[in-house]
Nanobody, 126 residues
Framework: VQLQASGGGLVQAGGSLRLSCAASGRTFSSGTMGWFRQAPGKEREFVATRGSTGGRTYYDDSVKGRFTISRDNAKNTVYLQMNSLKPEDTAVYYC????????????????????WGQGTQVTVSS
């Protein structure tokens, strides 16, 4: 199983980026896909997740209203649309996937996920 993340880059504050993560080797249409990020010198943290059941989405408070997670199950791909970017959004963004759904408290935890992408760098300049 591979998760290939792309779409990162350098953007000015207030700008937008769209991250993509394509999964291969296994379908996650009945499971959860999400995004985490790790800023320099910090631990990896939860950003957003989207389950299969009713397409439920959950966001960290720091990105709520600015980021949107979506999925295309036909393409086995998860997206993260990031608007109104701030310098504090600078981090390596990782996609993650697991072939089951869980309650929000679980889907926010790294340990819930079985598969991880390689990460894509997002840098927001002030």
């Amino acid at each position: 199983v591979q998760l290939q993340a792309s779409g990162g880059g350098l953007v000015q504050a207030g700008g937008s980026l769209r991250l993509s993560c394509a999964a291969s080797g296994r379908t996650f249409s009945s499971g959860t896909m999400g995004w985490f990020r790790q800023a320099p010198g910090k631990e990896r943290e939860f950003v957003a997740t989207r389950g299969s059941t009713g397409g439920r989405t959950y966001y960290d408070d720091s990105v709520k209203g600015r980021f949107t997670i979506s999925r295309d199950n036909a393409k086995n791909t998860v997206y993260l649309q990031m608007n109104s970017l701030k310098p504090e959004d600078t981090a390596v963004y990782y996609c993650a996937a697991v072939s089951r759904d869980g309650i929000p408290a679980l889907s926010r935890r790294e340990q819930w996920y079985d598969y991880w992408g390689q990460g894509t760098q997002v840098t927001v300049s002030s």
